[in-house]
């Protein structure tokens, strides 16, 4: 093995063959990967806590800190639980997982296409999506984080990174409850710095927000830290010009999002149906965020006529990503017990399609940096 901390491209996993190192963070690692039997892409994430194990040459891990790694793996394994309930055709839902290598492994339905960070990245001018684009992929993320949050799941690391877009252009939600995910600074509500606060779904929905944002300003959002040091210095909020600028375009979506990065969460909109009751016109006054009063972020003037939308090149025409065969409804997953031997533990999913999310053709995708890889 040349790379002792990743598996390598080939490297067998019962009946899955790993195509591609995807990423991953201190706790876990990604992989594309090829069910052999079924002849369809997956997204594999092992349980690698870097300060707690080690990769032999044969793959397996040998623990440095087996406490460590009994707490981390425990929560693994609780998340793991909860994201197989969690079935909606806009989150990449977790169809089985087993143990192997000393450490265990979850499997993701793949959500084909590729990653809104990839898409933003390559959009142009300036890394902005066009606002009917906007307005077609927010109403199922917003349906996906209702039914999340009605089961008690917040996804807790929403970002362009986490967000696919599939060959349709519908938005696939990814890793959706994952408690271990290393959260990006400008999308991390304040109240889960260090899971410090009140943890609800309003802490999904000003990632939601900050995920907008970037959409619609083509920056990344200053961290919740940076903009309370520069209000408790008495300057403006570092997001307040850019908000005014959207406001002045499409000042629904603008108060929205507004709305969502309140610091303060009793002012934040507290959850999907209080957003879309902004977007809809229904919300009752807000409250105006104390944290923001000295920098008005929340009195943005009444805007002009709304312009047209600008031409904006359109990342969902030819995007590139994996072939697919599209169906009508929900798959039906079926996994069947483990069996002995390296395939221990290793469900066999049976996917058929009665729609969407959508089935992959046999053909592999070209493995590379923009074929919808996360890096998480």
């Not at 997982?97 to 959009?123: A, C, D, M």
């Not at 300036?126 to 684009?133: E, P, R």
């Not at 990814?174 to 606060?197: I, M, N, R, S, V």
């Not at 003037?301 to 072939?323: E, K, R």
Request: include cysteine; glycine fraction near 8%; aromatic fraction near 6%.
């Amino acid at each position: 093995m040349t790379d002792q901390q990743n598996l390598p491209n080939g490297f067998l996993l019962g009946k899955y063959s790993i195509q591609q190192e995807l990423g991953g963070n201190e706790n876990s690692k990604l992989y594309l990967a090829l069910d052999n039997q079924l002849k369809i892409y997956a997204i594999i994430e092992e349980l690698f806590p870097q300060s707690s194990v080690s990769r032999n040459p044969d793959g397996t891990l040998t623990k440095t800190n087996i406490d460590n790694f009994n707490i981390v793996s425990n929560t693994f394994n609780s998340d793991t639980q909860k994201m197989m309930t969690l079935v909606h055709p806009n989150v990449s839902q977790v169809v089985g997982h087993f143990s192997f290598n000393e450490t265990v492994y979850r499997i993701f339905q793949h959500p084909g296409g590729e990653t809104l960070e990839s898409i933003l990245k390559k959009t142009l001018p300036g890394g902005i999506l066009a606002d009917n684009q906007v307005a077609s992929i927010l109403p199922p993320i917003l349906d996906a984080l209702r039914t999340g949050h009605s089961q008690n799941i917040l996804h807790n690391n929403l970002n362009p990174e986490t967000i696919f877009i599939d060959r349709l252009g519908n938005p696939v939600l990814f890793k959706f409850g994952d408690t271990l995910a290393t959260q990006k600074p400008g999308y991390l509500a304040p109240e889960l710095k260090e899971w410090q606060g009140s943890v609800g779904p309003w802490s999904d929905i000003f990632a939601l927000g900050a995920v907008l944002y970037r959409c619609t300003t083509g920056k990344d959002p200053v961290s919740a830290e940076q903009r309370k040091e520069e209000i408790s210095s008495g300057n403006y909020d570092p997001l307040k010009h850019n908000l005014d600028a959207l406001a002045s375009r499409v000042p629904t979506l603008a108060k929205a999002i507004k709305t969502s990065l309140f610091l303060s969460v009793k002012s934040r909109a507290q959850d999907a149906q209080s957003f879309k009751a902004i977007l809809d016109n229904t919300a009752a006054p807000g409250v105006a965020d104390p944290g923001l009063a000295p920098v008005g972020l929340q009195t943005m003037a009444p805007p002009p006529q709304d312009p047209a939308s600008p031409q904006i090149f359109d990342p969902y025409a030819g995007a590139p990503g994996l072939n697919l065969q599209k169906g009508g409804s929900q798959p039906q997953y079926v996994v069947e017990p483990p069996t002995s031997g390296p395939d221990a533990g290793s469900p066999s999913i049976d996917l058929q399609k009665g729609g969407s999310p959508p089935q992959y053709a046999s053909e592999p995708p070209t493995p590379g940096p923009d074929a919808g890889s996360p890096s998480i």
